[in-house]
């Protein structure tokens, strides 16, 4: 008799995990070995569906967790009893979850409880400081306590895990799914999504900004600084397209509203967001996925943090670390807008994050553990 398939099944909530798990659950879906369970916590709603559409993700068990301004109380509390739900009808030989967001921690405790193993997508970043990032630095380091699997974007980050005296037999580079799902879309022809905005003889700075650490004076010193940068350079369009959180649209629309040149846009579809990148000038973003992406398509970003869990690409060149301080973005975004030389120079730097065979990699990682398990 033919034995039973293992099923794994795949978490996300938010937007950028179900954008770093398209490649996954593709690559899971075309090995017949295989069966695969789709799961969306529904952490965001509008955010998420956007992607689940654009990519045509076909979800098994929706959730659909999220409320409004949402506290991180309510949120675990809600996910731990419908992974119950979702773990006791389907039981699944296998949970992969990604990054570090609440869905990916609760899902990965709520899957220790129930004895499934966990694989970890996007594991070993750090920056080793419990509130930067607020919560995810600490969700990540305790969903590693958790996993089985860790798939490590870079080398980099399987040190991290090794120093933690994680088991090096769990440890696999892989490269980050993100780019990935960027060589895909980038790969795409796609109109330029703003056709009202003339960019004749204009450069455009693109901003993405959301973080919970930044809320309440350092996002509205960011914002401070993005239009003193505007109301200065009457040649830069900024274009920003506003995260949906209220702690981050009402800030937003007070300091940035009423700027001539500043255009404040609904969160983007993913694929008319990559054709924004790939025309900008400059990205100021505290985005994790926004970091990694801009290399690959050459364009230098400055990133709105103290600190970073992706170093990588400090390192290469093509990020800058300014913090959150009006006068340090100013200075930092000023010395890109006014020398030509020193831009190119950072958007030249190779993309140390991947070759876009990620999820392949994690696949065939998966495949060899339940090979491997009598
Ligand atoms: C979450 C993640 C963060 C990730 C970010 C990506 C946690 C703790 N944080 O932060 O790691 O970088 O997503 O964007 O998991 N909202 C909507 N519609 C949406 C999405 C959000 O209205 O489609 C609003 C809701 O009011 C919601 C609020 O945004 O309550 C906050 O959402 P939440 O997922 O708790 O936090 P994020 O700041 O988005
Ligand atoms: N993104 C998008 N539309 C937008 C802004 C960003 O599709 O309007 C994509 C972006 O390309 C990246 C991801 O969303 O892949 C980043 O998500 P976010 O900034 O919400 O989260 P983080 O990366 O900080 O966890």
Known sequence: MESKKPLVAVVFGTRPEAIKMVPVIRALQARPELSTLVVSTGQHKQMLAQILERFRIRVDHEMDLMEPDQSLYRLSSKAIAAFEQVFLKDRPDMLL???????????????????????????GLRTNDKYFPFPEEINRR????????????TLGNKENLLREGVPEKTLHVTGNTGIDTLLLAAGMDHPFPLPDLDLKGKRMVLITVHRRESFGEPMERIFSAIREIALAYPDVEVVYPVHLNPNVQKPAREILGTVPNIRLAAPMDYFDFVRMMSKA??????????????????????????????????????????????????????????????????????????????????????????????
Do not use: M, W
Not at 107 to 113: D, K, P, R
Not at 142 to 153: G, S, V, Y
Not at 286 to 308: I, W
């Open 97 to 123: 979850v990604q990054g570090d967001t609440t869905t990916a921690f609760l899902g990965a405790l709520s899957a220790f409880y129930g004895k499934i193993p966990v694989g970890h997508v996007e594991a």
């Open 142 to 153: 305790l969903i590693t306590c958790c996993a089985d699997l860790n798939f490590c974007p």
């Open 281 to 374: 000038h400059l990205i100021l973003t505290d985005s994790g996925g926004v970091q990694e992406e801009a290399p690959t398509l050459g364009v230098p970003v400055l990133v709105l943090r103290n600190e970073t869990e992706r170093p990588e690409a400090v390192e290469a060149g093509t990020v800058r670390l300014v913090g959150t301080r009006r006068e340090d973005i100013v200075r930092e975004a000023r010395l890109l807008l006014d020398d030509e030389g020193e831009r190119r120079k950072l958007g030249n730097a190779s993309n140390p994050y991947g070759d876009g065979k990620a999820a392949p990699r994690i696949v065939e990682a998966v495949l060899r553990y339940f090979q491997a398990d009598p």
